[in-house]
């Protein structure tokens, strides 16, 4: 058996690695080369992550994008429908005005 901090990457008891203690560094009294080394760890997980963020970031402002552009065309769409509706109950009252005007005319 390998005795604890030899290297053994496994816990020979559960067969798992171990865990890395969570540490509060404003409680604690780290040394600058521990706290620089926590930077640059930080650092790596951040540049590890940034592609995966950038691809997530790229798909939802296409997705709000896409929303937009289709609210905004339905408007224009909805606007154009009533305006001809518009017209087209103009024409009705005119051409019941006509039809009157004849009816009672001669």
Same mark, same amino acid.
């Given at each position: 058996?390998?005795?604890?901090?030899?290297?053994?990457?496994?816990? /020979?008891?559960?067969?798992?690695?171990? !865990?890395? *203690?969570?540490?509060?560094?404003? #409680?604690? $009294?780290? /040394?600058?080369?521990?706290?620089?080394? !926590?930077? *640059?760890?930080?650092?790596?997980? #951040?540049? $590890?992550?940034?592609?995966?963020?950038?691809?997530?970031?790229?798909?939802?402002?296409?997705?709000?994008?896409?929303?937009?552009?289709?609210?905004?065309?339905?408007?224009?769409?909805?606007?154009?429908?009533?305006?001809?509706?518009?017209?087209?109950?103009?024409?009705?009252?005119?051409?019941?005005?006509?039809?009157?005007?004849?009816?009672?005319?001669?």
């Amino acid at each position: 058996m390998a005795a604890s901090g030899s290297g053994d990457s496994l816990d /020979t008891k559960s067969g798992k690695a171990p !865990m890395a *203690q969570c540490i509060d560094p404003a #409680r604690e $009294k780290l /040394t600058p080369a521990q706290l620089q080394f !926590m930077q *640059q760890v930080q650092l790596v997980q #951040r540049q $590890k992550t940034l592609p995966q963020r950038r691809t997530q970031n790229i798909v939802t402002g296409l997705g709000i994008g896409a929303l937009v552009l289709g609210i905004y065309g339905y408007t224009f769409y909805s606007v154009s429908q009533k305006r001809f509706l518009d017209e087209l109950e103009d024409e009705a009252k005119a051409a019941r005005a006509r039809a009157l005007a004849r009816a009672s005319g001669p």
